[in-house]
């Protein structure tokens, strides 16, 4: 197996035991995909849920961006819930797994077909 296939693997567990959700294997290798080079930086591959900033960029780039979602209290919620789901106490909550969890949250699985 790759160093992808490793962060995969680490990244369902993650869905698996911390967040009490079964992963949609084929959708969690195509968030990962999609997430690009992030992955691997120790810096990136992790989201700031405490930071304001960090999470205006996630609403930003990812969820009006990349899923195509209009701009509302809805994605505020929606980010809230994804922490909610990964645990607040959860330090390292991979931006992946995060990723994944606001797809699924946004029901936005076909922007990954």
Known sequence: ???????IA????????????TPDMA????????CGPSIYDND???????DKEELERIKNNFLIKKLGLTDGPALTDGLNA????????ERNKYRAVFYYLLVKHFGKEAAYK
């Open 1 to 7: 197996m790759g160093k992808r296939d490793d962060l």
């Open 10 to 21: 680490k990244y369902a567990d993650d869905l698996t035991n911390k967040c009490k959700v």
């Open 27 to 34: 959708l969690l290798t195509k968030v990962t995909i999609g």
């Open 44 to 50: 990136a591959q992790t989201v700031a849920a405490t």
């Open 82 to 89: 994804a922490i909610d789901t990964y645990g607040k106490s």
